[in-house]
């Protein structure tokens, strides 16, 4: 079968499966199509999910992927072996990093912090300083640069290099000259300077920043590399888009040459397909919760827009990039239930999609999230993926006992009852991370359940947490996928200038916004945007004197001092609970990069019920509601329509997905086709 002429694809590396979702312009229809993921060979897995939607790809339109490539390669330190180069007595910088121990291991006398991911002997100092205010104090050594890069690349065998010195981002000539040196003396290595990512303060930040981008730059090099290839072999003429973390995505090029912008991005298509749906469907406080087979991620979307940060770390090395604010929680569907001297015990460790869970019958021994569901009676064997994948549900229920239930004194189904108690228990202290220490009560927002098991786990989330609206939209497997088809092109570019706010300041700063809204200009123009779909947003990072952290401000037009410090106080009253009679200081200047993409709209479906449909038929489940084992009414969800409603409890499967409401829920179906699921306030 051949794609159709308007056809958009999009693709999701999860942990245990990869995820392609085919849009037609023409009809709306939505076509989803699950493989196992492949981590020996990540493209060959692209390439078996797309094959199952497209036999070839001549007349795709667009072509957007999001993979957490660079993350597995940061988590497992299966990156690059890297070179840092950095002004001479300041080798160490990377290693001495805040100095500070960690707050979970506060009182544990026996920390030791992780070695650092580039050992001394790859890292090396040349004379050569700018101040602060960025006017060169000492000349840069370029025969010391020489020098490094030789022994770096020709004595240790590197093939990846970091070039950060101090107070780059002020002037940032120093790194780019350094960089052209060793560029022209070793053209086949890898360069990542941190002015090129991030112009902002903060050495070790930076540092560290630059450093992850080199680890991961020829990992993600030779996969895009692959990829494109073996897409251009099946046809696909369009220009391959990777997601960006923080939103928005970039050209396959662009993201070789800043490949640290992706090391998010599956999650953030997750986050974008909620922000989109919260703004169609207004919603406008909506939680996203997206489960998928290796961990959870959950963000907080006020007014269509989700919460953003713009430094945030992994595996504790700090990153300098906007990123959404997601709060992410190792347990998922493959995630292992394990005992801990007595305790039980979910995540951090994985399955994945080699062995995967005990149900699988490939390998795996130790039970998972999804062998307990199956316990549970919430999966049907027979039933998974659509029948196209064959699980053995006697072998998880003899793993559920014999590793969980025996230890732990109880049934069976009461053991597998509390590994999905043990995860949400994990969950909600992350959500309560991102509403409740922010002041922001859960109990008003409603839950967009989706990923592989999120239309299982959501219903009982939002039970645990008060929180009475659940929405599963269409294809919840693969909404990731989906949210990367509402993209647009997007790029942020952003300087360090720490100057008072004040009318005067803001006269002054306009050279340097019109500077970054030229280089934002420079990539859109490199991405083939014209220029009527482009869209330059100013944005200004605001803090009061003496604090640390700020808050970004957008800027509008006719916008003067007064008006931008009473938007801040106005903010920081509502984030923190509090505003300051002080004035305002500018830490940072923002701009992103828009170029508008065209975008699938909502359908809504043709179609009507009215009452209760009859089932497909029935099992018996455990319901969480009661703490009983009951019969529970199985709907097919293609069966639905809009104006049906079902009381709970109830399944309704829809092959790759499966969700679970209980005797105190009730599910209706909107005029998308969504399923709505409403829940009392129960939690305390």
């Known amino acids: 079968m051949t794609s159709s002429p308007r056809t958009r694809l999009a693709v999701d590396i999860g942990g245990t499966f990869v995820d392609a979702i085919a849009y037609d312009e023409g009809t709306g229809e939505l076509r989803l199509h699950k493989a196992p993921t492949t981590p020996d060979a990540p493209a060959r897995g692209v390439l078996d999910a797309v094959g199952g939607l497209a036999g070839r790809l001549d007349d795709v339109e667009a072509f957007v992927h999001g993979t957490t490539l660079g993350l597995n390669a940061i988590l497992q330190r299966r990156g690059a072996d890297v070179g840092i180069i950095t002004n001479a007595g300041f080798r160490d910088l990377l290693e001495i990093a805040r100095a500070n121990v960690p707050g979970q291991h506060m009182y544990d006398f026996a920390y030791a912090p992780p070695p650092p991911l580039v050992p001394r002997r790859h890292r090396t100092g040349v004379p050569g300083r700018i101040d602060a205010q960025g006017a060169e104090v000492e000349p840069l050594d370029e025969d010391a640069v020489r020098e490094a890069g030789r022994i770096l690349v020709e004595e240790h065998g590197l093939r990846s290099l970091a070039v950060c010195f101090l107070h780059s981002y002020a002037e940032p000539a120093h790194e780019r000259r350094a960089a052209q040196i060793l560029r022209d003396a070793h053209p086949d290595v890898s360069i990542s300077v941190s002015t090129d990512i991030s112009r902002e303060y903060r050495e070790y930040e930076r540092t560290s920043t630059a450093t992850l981008d080199a680890y991961i730059r020829p990992v993600l090099s030779d996969y895009i590399g692959a990829l494109e290839g073996r897409l251009g072999d099946a046809g696909l003429a369009r220009p391959l888009h990777i997601m960006r973390s923080g939103g928005g995505a970039m050209t396959a090029e662009l993201a070789r040459r800043a490949p640290l912008m992706t090391v998010l991005s599956g999650p953030a298509g997750g986050v974008v397909g909620a922000s989109f749906l919260a703004r169609e469907l207004g919603r406008d406080k909506l939680i996203s919760f997206d489960v998928g087979g290796t961990s959870v991620d959950c963000c907080v979307i006020e007014d269509g827009s989700p919460g953003e940060v713009h430094e945030a770390a992994i595996d504790g090395f700090p990153l300098l990039i906007p990123i959404f604010d997601i709060r992410t929680v190792g347990a998922g569907g493959g995630s292992i239930a394990w005992m801990d001297h007595g305790l039980l015990k979910v995540g951090p460790q994985s399955a994945g999609a080699v062995p995967g869970p005990v149900a699988y019958r490939a390998g795996g021994t130790e039970p998972t999230v999804t062998d307990a569901a199956l316990v549970l009676g919430y999966l049907d064997p027979a039933a998974f993926l659509g029948g196209d994948m064959s699980i053995d549900a006697d072998a998880a229920r003899a793993a559920v006992a014999d590793r969980l239930a025996r230890p732990l004194g109880v049934g069976v189904t009461e053991a597998a009852a509390s590994v999905l108690r043990v995860l949400l228990a994990r969950t909600v202290g992350a959500l309560r991370e991102i509403t409740v220490e922010r002041a922001l009560d859960p109990r008003e927002f409603a839950l967009l359940a989706f990923g592989g098991a999120g239309p299982l786990l959501g219903p009982m989330l939002a039970r ?46 306009e050279p340097a916004f019109a500077d970054l809204e030229n280089q934002g200009e420079e990539v859109l123009s490199l991405q083939g945007v014209k220029p009527e779909d482009r869209t330059l947003v100013r944005r200004l990072d605001v803090r009061y004197h003496g604090q640390e952290h700020t808050l970004a401000i957008d800027l509008r037009p006719g916008d003067d001092a007064a008006a931008i410090l009473d938007r801040f106080h106005g903010l920081h009253r509502a984030r923190y609970g509090h505003a300051m009679p002080d004035g305002g200081q500018i830490l940072t200047l923002r701009v992103r990069a828009v170029g508008v993409l065209p975008k699938p709209g909502l359908r809504r479906l043709s179609g009507s019920g009215s009452g209760t449909p009859d089932p497909a038929g029935s099992r018996p489940a455990f319901d969480v509601a009661t703490g009983e084992t009951v019969p529970f009414p199985v709907y097919e969800r293609q069966a639905l329509a809009p104006g049906h409603a079902v009381p709970g409890p109830a399944i309704v499967e829809e092959g790759t997905s499966t969700t679970v409401i209980f005797s105190d829920q009730r599910l209706t179906v909107d005029v998308h086709g969504h399923l709505l699921v409403s829940s009392p306030e129960t939690a305390q």
Do not use: N, R
């Open 464 to 509: 645990e947490m008060g929180i009475t609206e659940t929405v599963v939209p269409q294809v919840p497997a693969a909404f990731s996928a989906f949210g990367m088809l509402m993209s647009d092109l997007e790029y942020e570019f952003a300087t360090t200038v720490l100057k008072p706010l004040s009318d005067a300041t803001l006269a002054e700063l």
